[in-house]
């Protein structure tokens, strides 16, 4: 599976922006680039996903580097809700032996100051 | 629309004893994950089923875990015996379909403690 590089920690002050990066050098035409987050003591969420294009929905926006190595996670007005990890992951689309799995690595510590 | 149910939320075992936990998916969500939560590591899939059928179970330390999934709903994961690095947060998740794009739903996990 290709493998995605986070910084170990952030941190923001409330109400500013964000942004999340990540690095994926080894990314195949296959691989949709998806962010999910743990908050305290919960499951991880989904928080956007996208292949080629950039992407934005109530959460957050996602934008992908033209030769798809990187993307960046944003989140527009950080709340002291959003401290928690962020996980960047490829994930394969169905057909392959991944079967859509999600592989986790060690992912970003937000800290949100108020 | 009901999230994914887990229980126990917590349990305490000694080590060599054995421990199940289980999961209630979203209703209608044919594919459902065991993810092993270490402490301050990402989850990592134990086992993934289709219905109620194995799409892969590569990293489930088949010697000592099980796993099932009656009728394609409910599932149980059982260890036996556990041993002290079991210690972990269990994470059950389910998702409509397995692929790139399909959103999984976590559930609140099994924090397992073994002594």
């Known amino acids: 599976d290709a493998k995605t590089t986070q910084p170990n920690s952030m941190e923001s002050n409330e109400e500013e922006p964000v942004h999340l990066p990540c690095n994926h050098s080894t990314i195949s035409g296959t691989d949709y680039i998806h962010w999910y987050r743990q908050l305290p003591s919960q499951g991880p969420e989904y928080v956007i996903h996208g292949l080629t294009s950039n992407v934005n929905n109530r959460m957050a926006s996602l934008a992908i580097a033209e030769d798809r190595k990187s993307s960046t996670l944003i989140l527009h007005r950080a709340t002291l809700r959003d401290a928690a990890v962020y996980y960047c992951?490829?994930?394969?689309?169905?057909?392959?032996?991944?079967?859509?799995?999600?592989?986790f690595g060690q992912g970003t510590i937000l800290t949100v100051h108020p | 629309e009901a999230g994914v149910a887990q229980s126990p939320r917590y349990k305490i075992i000694e080590k060599r004893q054995s421990v199940a936990f289980w999961c209630n998916p979203i209703?209608?969500?044919?594919?459902l994950y065991w993810y092993q939560q270490i402490l301050g590591q990402g989850p990592k899939l134990l086992i993934q089923f289709q219905n109620n059928g194995v799409v892969d179970d590569s990293q489930l330390p088949k010697d000592r875990f099980s796993a099932e999934r009656l009728k394609g709903v409910d599932s149980t994961l059982k260890i036996q015996p556990a041993k002290l690095e079991d210690s972990a947060v269990y994470l059950c998740?389910?998702?409509?379909?397995?692929?790139?794009?399909?959103?999984?739903?976590f559930g609140p996990g099994t924090r397992l403690l073994v002594l």
């Open positions: 992951i490829l994930r394969k689309d169905a057909g392959g032996t991944s079967y859509g799995k999600l592989t």
């Open positions: 998740a389910s998702s409509p379909l397995a692929s790139g794009i399909e959103t999984q739903y």
């Open positions: 209703s209608g969500h044919a594919t």
